[in-house]
């Protein structure tokens, strides 16, 4: 487990300059608050105070940026990670990887709230039934491995199957280095994995605990 760093208030508001720069907003708590009401959900596990997140919205979707940050406390949630993720309907539909709290941690954060923002400014429109396509989530029946891409859900199409389009479609030359960077990465870290007889780590999907439903 990489080495947790400790930070401030002013790395917080450096962070939030930022991504509010980037077309991002702050979550209100009565918007935090109502969501809960509605979805009649629990954290997973006991918390104190209410961690800083920022939304960015368009074509339908959402960007959803968790920072772990609680301001009330002056510092970072313990054990939790920062989360980028990408929404549709109140439903997660693409884990941004886990964010670590190494020393890069805010960089790492913006990048990928940027790359998020990217995905769903180019959500694509289906040339056939002129909806917006979804994203899809596929996994490999012999590797188990994960891909993305964009779908058409809706029906109507002179054609048996569905248009699809490239995950990465719209992605500025940084953000697809990136992204690039983090999967020459992570294949390399899981055929090790394999190659060691070890279990491969599950996505970031399986690894963020889920609210609960509340019970009474």
């Known amino acids: 487990m990489p080495r947790a760093y400790q930070f401030t208030e002013k790395h917080f508001f450096a ?11 702050r979550i209100e708590p009565y918007e935090f608050s109502a969501e809960l009401r509605v979805a009649n959900v ?3 596990t006991p918390r104190i105070g209410r961690e800083e997140g920022f939304v960015f919205c368009t074509m ?6 968790w920072t772990s940050f609680i301001i009330k406390e002056g510092g970072i949630r313990i054990p939790d990670s920062g989360w980028v993720v990408i929404r549709e309907h109140g439903v997660a539909k693409y884990f941004a990887p886990q964010m670590y709290r190494t ?17 769903i400014q180019a959500r694509p429109v289906c040339p056939s039934g ?10 490999h029946y012999r590797t188990k491995s994960v891909r993305y891409y964009w779908g058409c859900e809706e029906g109507g199409h002179d054609h048996p199957k569905p248009p699809t389009a490239p995950w990465d479609i719209g992605l500025s030359p940084r953000s697809l280095k990136i992204v690039e960077l983090k999967r020459k990465r992570r ?20 690894i963020r605990k889920g609210w609960k439903k509340k019970t009474s």
Request: charged share 35%; glycine share 4%.
């Open 15 to 25: 962070f939030a300059a930022k991504v509010i720069a980037q077309g991002f907003r």
């Open 42 to 44: 629990e954290p997973p």
């Open 60 to 65: 339908g979707l959402e960007v959803r940026v």
């Open 103 to 119: 020393k890069n941690f805010f960089k790492r954060m913006l990048d990928w709230a940027i790359i998020c923002k990217e995905h």
């Open 130 to 139: 002129k909806a917006f396509m979804s994203i899809i989530r596929k996994i």
């Open 187 to 206: 294949r390399k870290y899981n055929e090790k994995r394999k190659l060691d007889n070890k279990p491969v780590f599950g996505t970031a999907r399986k």
